[in-house]
């Protein structure tokens, strides 16, 4: 009954973000990027099977320079993987079992971050959002190193959590829904959680993915009333993502990724080594306010 309440509450918040979207598109028409549906498309496939999408695209916008400055790279994310994340959330809520209070919970407290977190963000000046773009990049690949070497916590097997590991979960989901905001993807930190606290992995896929799709369409929501966002761009990456999804969870399901992890160590490490020294070097700090409209 839960899961069916979320999954409702899921599709009702993509709704209302649908129309959010098509109204900001409708003021500023513009053609879908062809190029932010391809590179969507290529992050989101591999996020389905356990490599964060957000990891991958922080250096390529960051690299492509398709945002007007780093500040934006986080709200530019968040609204043009909102539906992807949908899908992702709709496919591991139905296909992992996990504890629906547990579920709820998280889901609830990772929103709520996320509600704060977006204000947050909007104040924030440029440098300090590198230096925590950066540091996520640099947890990302550490996480993705330790995948390849055999030394993540391995789990238990369990679905469901004691009342004091159900609360740490609960807590750090909300700090995780703020940091969305500033660019950092709660797939590693959560995974990481859950693993620690005993339960098996693959419980935290339905966590991630369900508070990750309610989190980026409830902040979305603002970021597309009050950001400058490169609208064409964020369509793209929607339009490419999601039949990406689709084909990842069930016609591929899985891959040999260790190289291809590797792969991303390096990109993402390279690219928080950018971002920090930006941060430390950037001169004059610009908010994403006055950086719009200059």
């Not at 929103?111 to 909007?122: M, W």
């Not at 700090?285 to 409209?293: F, G, K, N």
């Amino acid at each position: 009954m839960i899961l069916i309440v979320l999954q409702v509450v899921l599709t009702a918040a993509t709704l209302v973000f649908l129309v959010a979207l098509a109204q900001a598109w409708r003021r500023r028409p513009g053609t879908p990027s062809i190029e932010g549906a391809l590179f969507s498309a290529v992050s989101n496939f591999f996020d389905t099977l356990g490599i964060s999408s957000f990891a991958t695209t922080t250096p390529y916008l960051k690299f492509r320079r398709l945002v007007a400055n780093d500040a934006m790279i986080p709200a530019t994310m968040m609204v043009g993987y909102a539906l992807p994340t949908v899908a992702e959330a709709f496919v591991f809520t139905n296909a992992v079992k996990v504890d629906p209070i547990l579920l709820a919970s998280a889901i609830t407290s990772c929103v709520a971050g996320a509600i704060v977190g977006v204000r947050v963000a909007a104040v924030l000046p440029v440098n300090p959002i590198r230096v925590v773009m950066g540091i996520g990049l640099l947890v990302a690949a550490t996480g993705f190193a330790l995948s390849n070497l055999g030394l993540m916590p391995p789990g238990g097997t369990a679905t469901s959590l004691p009342p004091l590991p159900f609360a740490i979960v609960v807590a750090a989901s909300f700090g995780f829904g703020i940091l969305v905001n500033l660019g950092v993807g709660n797939f590693a930190p959560t995974l990481v959680l859950v693993s620690l606290l005993g339960m098996d992995p693959r419980a935290a896929f339905p966590i991630m993915m369900a508070s990750g799709a309610l989190l980026v369409l409830v902040a979305g929501l603002r970021i597309i009333r009050t950001r400058p966002l490169n609208l064409p761009l964020v369509i793209g990456m929607s339009l490419g993502g999601i039949p990406a999804v689709l084909v990842a969870a069930f016609i591929v399901k899985s891959l040999p990724i260790t190289q291809l992890r590797w792969g991303v160590v390096v990109v993402v490490t390279y690219a928080a080594g950018v971002m920090l020294h930006a941060a430390a070097t950037g001169g004059r700090v610009a908010t994403p306010a006055e950086a719009a409209s200059s």
